[in-house]
């Protein structure tokens, strides 16, 4: 590394003195020198010229250079300087430690926010960082970290810091280092991003994955693996989970035939007559949790692609439709963007088929969803039911027509309070009131549902046909529907 001119000269000066007198040299004469120089250097191991962060989080021990010479290169509007009381009242030559910092680095004394930590030294560092970022409203990504000159206890506890708050790690690297004395040579340090291995070797995007799968982001999880897949050496992985991915995916859309044929390409172990087909290893960490749904979902997914093809479904036959419904409109609300529109509208698709379903098992509904009048309930066995589900001023009226989703909850809970019970109408009555009021259907000025009344609405709504006795299968459908839960649970 070339050095300006004058700085070889001091740079061998220094070699020749005792520590305390390197140090008062590199304060007064090499330090004023360098730290421009080591400003103009490329950051090592970054990708491209990164965009300098907002504020610098620095370890310091007694070798006070380092934090120096980084915030010099960062120029951060903010510096918070974790240390022990003996390295923050430090003296080089008569001049107070953070003098000497803030001197050489350009960055004001009053930039900086001073914290004194003892033991337990990884908790302390932690909840001193934290403290930071809120007082000077700063996000994670917006601060660097530099652990370069603290103790190994204090530099590894910043180094977890950085990790838990999302901030990149940055080191001051030298390219000579003198034995005898244990420090850098002089002149020889650079600045350098060091590389998180779990973000080299691919683990914290199969982290974000697993989390968006689970989470039902299946297009941000798609994008993140196959991103994923063109980096990593061994590609097995994430081609098995990006196929996954796509499967599940097309199933949560109701495109079943496409799903199927994504789903039917994975296997649990190696197939010995298709050895390209790809399959899930037993060693990968999701492996487990995926393979103990995945038997259920491809039959599920097998029924509900035969029924597709029904000409004349009926209740029974429905069951797993119903189920998939139910379990859709849950994972809607259990999902890191919470759908709650979707939600309840699939409730209420949901209980539609139902009814419709159930009245043509009691024959009061033809195949084109068209009241049979003469098979209908009397309009005075209507009133109470009517009154419950309309309000008093219900007004009675003969069944014809098509079936609508009051007029048949109306027919179903009068006919057979076995298939609906009368408690339910009010239930009802709210769910097709909050699925009109919605961005999809019929409000002027749409409402979407809060997060507790749509939970009510789906519950409610899911709950009654896992009591039903005429679906005695549902329950087991609802379970087959619901998708694996990819992210490994952890043992405390």
Not at 157 to 163: E, K, S
Request: charged share 25%; net charge negative.
């Amino acid at each position: 590394m070339m050095l300006p001119d004058g700085l070889e000269e001091l740079c061998r000066r220094w070699l020749g003195l005792d520590r305390a007198r390197q140090d008062e040299l590199y304060a007064r004469e090499l330090g004023p020198m360098f730290a421009p120089h080591f400003a103009s250097l490329p950051l090592d191991g970054a990708r491209f010229d990164p965009q300098r962060p907002k504020a610098l989080i620095s370890v310091l021990g007694l070798s006070w250079q380092p934090v120096a010479l980084m915030a010099a290169w960062c120029t951060p509007d903010r510096v918070l300087l974790v240390g022990t009381t003996e390295s923050l009242n430090k003296h080089v030559g008569g001049e107070h430690v953070l003098s000497v910092i803030a001197r050489l680095s350009g960055v004001p004394e009053a930039a900086f926010s001073i914290e004194g930590i003892g033991e337990p030294l990884e908790s302390q560092v932690y909840g001193v960082v934290r403290k930071f970022l809120r007082d000077w409203n700063l996000q994670g990504h917006e601060c660097w970290v530099d652990p370069t000159g603290g103790k190994k206890s204090m530099s590894a506890a910043a180094a977890l810091a950085a990790y838990v708050i999302g901030a990149p790690l940055v080191y001051v690297d030298y390219r000579e280092y003198l034995n005898d004395g244990r420090i850098p040579l002089a002149g020889t340090e650079y600045p350098r991003l060091l590389q998180n291995p779990l973000a080299v070797y691919g683990d914290l995007e199969i982290d974000a994955v697993l989390s968006n799968f689970d989470g039902g982001l299946f297009g941000e999880a798609e994008y993140i693996v196959s991103r994923l897949k063109e980096r990593i050496d061994d590609k097995r992985e994430a081609s098995v989970l990006q196929r996954i991915i796509e499967g599940y995916s097309l199933w949560n859309r109701f495109e079943l035939k496409g799903a199927n044929n994504k789903l039917d390409g994975i296997s649990l172990e190696p197939d010995v007559d298709h050895p390209e087909r790809p399959y899930v290893l037993a060693e990968w960490r999701w492996s487990k949790s995926f393979g103990e749904r995945f038997h259920k979902n491809r039959n599920a997914l097998d029924a509900l692609q035969g029924l597709a093809s029904a000409t004349k479904p009926s209740l029974a036959s429905s069951v797993p439709l119903l189920g998939f419904y139910a379990a859709s409109a849950r994972r809607l609300l259990a999902g890191k963007q919470q759908h709650l529109s979707q939600a309840v509208m699939l409730a209420y698709a949901m209980v539609e088929r139902y009814i419709v379903l159930s009245l043509q098992e009691l024959g009061a509904c033809d195949e084109r969803v068209r009241f049979i009048e003469n098979k209908c309930p009397s309009i005075d066995d209507c009133v109470i039911v009517g009154n419950a589900l309309f309000g008093t001023d219900f007004e009675v009226r003969p069944f014809s027509g098509s079936v609508m989703f009051a007029s048949g909850a109306l027919a179903l809970s009068a006919l057979s309070p076995d298939h609906l019970p009368h408690y339910l109408l009010a239930l009802l009555k709210d769910l097709s009131g909050v699925r009109n009021r919605t961005e999809y259907e019929h409000g002027f000025i749409p409402r979407v549902p809060k997060v507790d009344q749509a939970k009510r609405l789906v519950d409610g709504a899911v709950g009654f046909m896992f009591e039903s006795k005429c679906l005695p299968d549902f329950k087991e459908f609802v379970d087959a529907c619901t998708f694996p839960i990819l992210t490994p649970q952890r043992r405390i």
